[in-house]
């Protein structure tokens, strides 16, 4: 079966640090693969995606990068990190034929 | 592009009674697929129910049903006999057939009360 798995699951962070977030699933090959950013009560902002190794597509501007150096391995990453980039961040991947996502269970970032 | 509304930021129910959350989208593609998705307090998103837009009946998960209304680009979620467990922010999300992302609604946020 497949799996997702995402660490760290907490995050303390001052202003200004890098930042490195990994996602990896187990169980399937070539998946898209997703990064949301959620804030407190708040929807799901879609970061990145990726359809293959190296292929990245960015979707909102900021100081946020995103890697994928191997099939099953998702990066986000960031050299200085903002009060702004504080949320719930969400890594996600497609499997089958009807599009539907699975999600990791997230990791919460608090940048201070 | 494709856009979804859930015009409902907050709902209540009662344990064992049923509730029906709204979701209106629109959508350019003539092949796509609808979703629901729970979010519990721990914050894991699961996948709830999934129809296809080709299908004209109605998707059904175990207490969780669709009202799929395709001309009127609507897709409601009903749950019956609702259990505290239900408790949880749902976001419909609607994707093309050969798209890459999903669009998510704003949520929902469900609570049962006992």
């Known amino acids: 079966s497949q799996t997702i798995h995402q660490w760290p699951a907490t995050l303390v962070q001052p202003v200004g640090s890098p930042l490195s977030l990994e996602c990896t699933v187990e169980?399937?090959?070539?998946?898209?693969l997703y990064w949301y950013r959620q804030a407190a009560g708040r929807g799901l902002q879609l970061l990145f995606y990726?359809?293959?190794?190296?292929?990245i597509s960015s979707e909102v501007p900021q100081n946020l990068s995103a890697s994928r150096p191997q099939d099953r391995q998702f990066i986000l990453s960031s050299k200085k990190l903002l009060l702004s980039d504080s949320g719930f961040y969400l890594c996600?991947?497609?499997?089958?034929?009807?599009?539907?996502?699975?999600f990791g269970p997230g990791t919460r970032l608090t940048v201070l | 592009a494709q856009t979804v509304t859930q015009s409902q930021p907050e709902m209540s129910v009662q344990e064992a009674e049923t509730v029906t959350l709204s979701c209106t989208y629109d959508?350019?593609?003539?092949?796509?697929?609808l979703f629901w998705y729970k979010q519990p307090p721990s914050r894991q998103m699961i996948l709830v129910i999934r129809?296809?837009?080709?299908?004209?009946q109605n998707a059904t998960e175990n207490r969780f049903s669709v009202n799929f209304q395709k001309a009127a680009k609507s897709f409601s979620l009903k749950i019956s006999d609702s259990q505290l467990g239900d408790t949880a922010m749902y976001f419909c999300?609607?994707?093309?057939?050969?798209?890459?992302?999903?669009?998510f609604g704003a949520g929902t946020i469900l609570r049962v009360k006992s």
């Open positions: 996600a991947w497609t499997f089958g034929r009807h599009n539907e996502q699975f």
């Open positions: 169980g399937t090959s070539n998946p898209n």
């Open positions: 990726s359809v293959g190794i190296g292929q």
């Open positions: 959508t350019s593609e003539n092949n796509y697929y």
């Open positions: 129809q296809e837009a080709y299908k004209q």
């Open positions: 999300a609607t994707i093309a057939h050969s798209g890459n992302k999903l669009v």
